[in-house]
Structures are given as structure tokens and as C-alpha cells.
């Protein structure tokens, strides 16, 4: 061993030794010494208390087998330590302790609840580039920690996790309130760059320097976690993380439905009550049958008192049953004409002025926090497309792209974006010429 010193993984060691803090996140840039740690630091437990029993998570079993098994293999040479065997699931110790590669995609079909992860029970373990993880992975990880002979040693639970900068709940519930002098135990954040690694490469160092996405330097090279990742976002992340919270925007005027119907192979049947600029979720389903929807899209609109010309609905839905039934609803035809030449269709023009009150702090979502999660992350997707060409009209990203970043369809953002139907000028003679009544 040599006798450089990486000060914030020893920092990190005070921390993932204490009785305190259990959830620590480390890094948020490249190079700082992310995945050394989290290697060297189950090692280290996996051989001194026998018998336990730990995890490496990741977004991609394959990713985690790959990449743990190499740093791993480097970070045990180190030490000139033998007493392990890689195997198919993990990493097995003549200690009798055990890591074991956990999967952690989100399955939203599948397996939205990580229920998958609901039997296990760990001495404690590490998020591997965490920026691709679900929250509810975490969530779910940090009941299944402190489960396998934490009493017996007198160890608390602890999760390692370390990323690169990522507006998601990372940056939600570390970096942010880190950033304030907000946060609390159990949580702590250690950031951690290249330039506090003194095992980094002059190479490395140059690499990350040298590059010339301005996003990626200032992302891995500066750690900055404000920086922008896309300059094609209609919306800033602190003004969708307002939305949730901002309760100065009062509900006034009648009230308004829109649903995104879960048929022809959609996810979900959502449906949001707007009162002005306050949106309720009032329905979410994951399946309804067609009849089903009908019924409840029927007693809603009696239970909030809409009227039949306030609510719209997305065109896939309405035929076979809503039609016939729901008399006088709006249906939403995205890619009709806009109200204005500068958008390419009214989908784009409704996104848009989505966009636009969110910015402004003048629209409030009133949800579950598992609702907030997902529709933060679909917001974050509202998006131009062709940010570069100054010429052409304004247009969004499409559903499809969308679509892969999510692994599931942009349900609640499509329901929020029918809704500003309502808010174009000339609501109602307009939007008789864009959407069609269902009679
Ligand atoms: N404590 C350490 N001792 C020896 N080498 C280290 C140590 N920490 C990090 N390194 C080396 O520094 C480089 C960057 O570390 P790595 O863990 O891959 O960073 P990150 O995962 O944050 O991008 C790697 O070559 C790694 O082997
Ligand atoms: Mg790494």
C-alpha cells in the first residue's frame, strides 16, 4: 500500500462507522473514489464480521456483476487478500459472509413496488451509480437493512451510496438540503471529486478536464449539481420540485377533469381535478376496464360537481364505451393545429403553457408522495425537441423517447398537459375547434 490518503473516503469511513447516520451518499462527481470505496468498505465488513451478509445494487445485474466483480479484484490485490470467490450471485467469504448483486431496474408493470426485494434481509449494503436507480428501490432497501446479525455485532444498518450529480431524489434528499445545511441524521452527503483523489491519473484528471460537453465537465469534472443536463428542459427542477409545495396558489373558478385513459395498452387511468391552478389527483389506476372507467370517470364528475364541457379526455379513450355514455366530455386531439402559429401542434402549445405556470410558481399538485416521485420524473421530460433549429416551430420530444427513459408511458404529464386546454385563451370556442365533443 502506498501512503497517499483519499481524505473523503476516510471521512466517509467516520460515517459509515458511526451509530448515527445510516444513509450516506458519496461522490456526486467522476473519479473521487466512488467505486473503490463502496468495494473496499464491504470488504473490509464482509471479512471482519463472519457471517454477514451484504448487497451491491445497481440498475443492471449485468452492470454490477461486471463492474464490482474488476474493482473489486483490484481492491482486494491491494490488500493482498485471497479469502473470497466470485460467484454467479455475488462475492462468497471463507469468512461465511456473503455480497450478493442485487437488480434493482424498476419494473413498473412488473413489479412496481419492489416487492422483489420484500424476503431479503442484509447486514447493510451499497447503491452503485445511484443516479439510475428508482427511489423506491431505496426505499424499499432501507427496510431490508439491519436484518442479518446487526444485533448480534451491535452494528447499525447502513447504506453506501454513491453517484454522479442527478436531479432526481438524490438531489432531492441528499444534495439539496446538504446544500442548505439542511440535512439531518440518518442522512449524510460527503462530496467527493477528482481532484480529492490522489489515486486518480494525471490522464483521468485531463479527460475530464478536457472534455468538451460542458453538461459532462461540469457534471463529473466540477460536480455541480444545478448545472442544467439539458438546455432543451421547459422546466427548471427546483420550480417541479415547487409544484408539490406551493400552496400559495389558491383554487378558484369551476372545476375542471382531465384523464389519461389506461386502454390500447397504456399503463394507467389517471385522472386530475384542476381548481384555477390547483390539480388534485383523484383517480390512478393501474388497470380499468373500459365499463370501469366509464363508471368512475361518471362518479367523479358527480362527486366534484364538473360539468360534462369541463372535462377532457385523451382521444385514444373514447371509443367504444366513453362515447356513448359520457355525452358532451372533451376529447384532446394532440396533434391538431394549435391556437398559435409558433407551435407545431396544440399538444406542444398546452405543454408549454404547462411549462409556463410551473416556472412561475402559479400551478400546485396535490398528490402521494409516490405520485410526487413519478410525476416529477415526467416533468423533468418536458422537453423541445430540435432545441438547435431557431427556425422551425416549436415542438416537444416524442412520446417514444420519452417513453425510454421512463420504461413506462408519461401518463400523468400527458393528463396535465390535456388539462391546459382550459388555460388557452378562448377556452371554450377554442376548444371547440380543436378537440372533438364525444357526441
Ligand atoms: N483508496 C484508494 N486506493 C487506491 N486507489 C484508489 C483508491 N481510491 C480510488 N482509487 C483509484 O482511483 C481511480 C478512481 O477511483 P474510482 O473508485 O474508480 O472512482 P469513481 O468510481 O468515483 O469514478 C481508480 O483508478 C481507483 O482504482
Ligand atoms: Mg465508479
Known amino acids: 500500500m502506498s501512503d497517499k490518503i483519499n481524505i473523503k473516503q476516510r471521512k466517509a469511513y467516520n460515517l459509515l462507522r458511526d451509530d448515527k447516520n445510516y444513509f450516506i451518499l458519496y461522490g456526486g462527481a467522476g473519479g473521487g473514489g466512488k467505486s473503490w470505496l463502496g468495494c473496499e468498505w464491504l470488504m473490509q465488513c464482509a471479512q471482519n464480521l463472519p457471517g454477514t451478509r451484504w448487497f451491491v445494487g445497481r440498475n443492471n445485474l449485468k452492470d454490477s456483476r461486471e463492474s464490482v466483480s474488476i474493482t473489486f479484484a483490484k481492491v482486494a490485490a491491494s490488500y493482498n487478500f485471497k479469502d473470497y470467490r466470485l460467484t454467479s450471485d455475488g462475492i462468497k467469504f471463507d469468512s461465511g459472509s456473503e455480497i450478493i448483486f442485487l437488480d434493482l431496474t424498476y419494473y413498473p408493470m412488473k413489479d ?5 426485494l420484500g424476503s431479503k434481509e442484509f447486514t447493510g449494503g451499497w447503491i452503485e451509480e445511484a443516479g439510475e436507480v428508482h427511489y423506491l428501490a431505496f426505499e424499499v432497501l432501507k427496510t431490508r437493512v439491519g436484518r442479518h446479525l446487526n444485533d448480534v455485532y451491535g452494528i447499525p444498518p447502513k ?18 438540503p446538504w446544500k442548505e445545511g439542511k440535512l439531518k441524521t440518518p442522512y449524510a ?12 491519473t494525471k490522464e483521468y484528471i485531463e479527460m475530464l478536464q478536457n472534455t468538451n460537453d460542458n453538461v459532462t465537465k461540469q457534471r463529473l469534472y466540477f ?60 383517480l390512478d389506476k393501474t388497470y380499468s376496464p373500459g ?22 379526455v385523451d382521444s385514444d379513450g373514447l371509443g367504444a364505451y366513453l362515447e356513448s355514455y359520457l355525452t358532451g366530455i372533451k376529447e384532446f386531439h394532440g396533434g391538431a393545429r394549435a391556437l398559435s402559429d409558433e407551435y407545431d401542434n396544440i399538444k406542444t402549445q398546452c405543454a408549454f403553457k404547462l411549462a409556463e405556470l410551473i416556472n412561475n410558481r402559479d400551478f400546485r399538485i396535490i398528490c402521494t408522495p409516490e405520485q410526487e416521485e413519478r410525476i416529477k420524473e415526467e416533468l423533468a421530460l418536458l422537453k423541445r425537441a430540435n432545441v438547435d433549429k431557431d427556425t422551425r416551430k416549436k415542438s416537444l420530444i416524442t ?26 385563451r378562448k377556452p371554450l370556442k377554442g376548444a371547440r375547434a380543436i378537440v372533438t365533443e364525444a357526441d
Open 291 to 312: 365499463k370501469m372507467i366509464e363508471t368512475d370517470l361518471r362518479n367523479a364528475m358527480i362527486d366534484h360537481r364538473v360539468s360534462r364541457s369541463n372535462v377532457i
Open 399 to 424: 412520446k417514444e423517447t420519452m417513453k425510454a427513459t421512463l420504461n413506462h408511458s408519461p401518463d400523468y404529464l400527458d393528463m396535465l398537459i390535456m388539462l391546459m386546454i382550459f388555460e388557452l
Open 159 to 176: 447504506i453506501l451510496i454513491t453517484c454522479n450529480p442527478k436531479k432526481n431524489w438524490l438531489y432531492k434528499t441528499f444534495y439539496k
Open 189 to 200: 452527503f460527503i462530496p467527493a471529486l477528482v481532484q480529492d483523489n490522489p489515486f486518480a
Open 223 to 282: 460536480g455541480n449539481w444545478e448545472y442544467d443536463d439539458d438546455p432543451s428542459s421547459l422546466c427548471d427542477y427546483d420550480a417541479i420540485c415547487d409544484v408539490f409545495t406551493n400552496e400559495h396558489v389558491r383554487p378558484n373558478g369551476l372545476p375542471k377533469l382531465s384523464a389519461d385513459l389506461a386502454m390500447k395498452g397504456r399503463d394507467r387511468f389517471v385522472t386530475g381535478k384542476a381548481v384555477g391552478h390547483v390539480c388534485t389527483m383523484i
Open 112 to 116: 412496481p413496488m419492489y416487492e422483489r
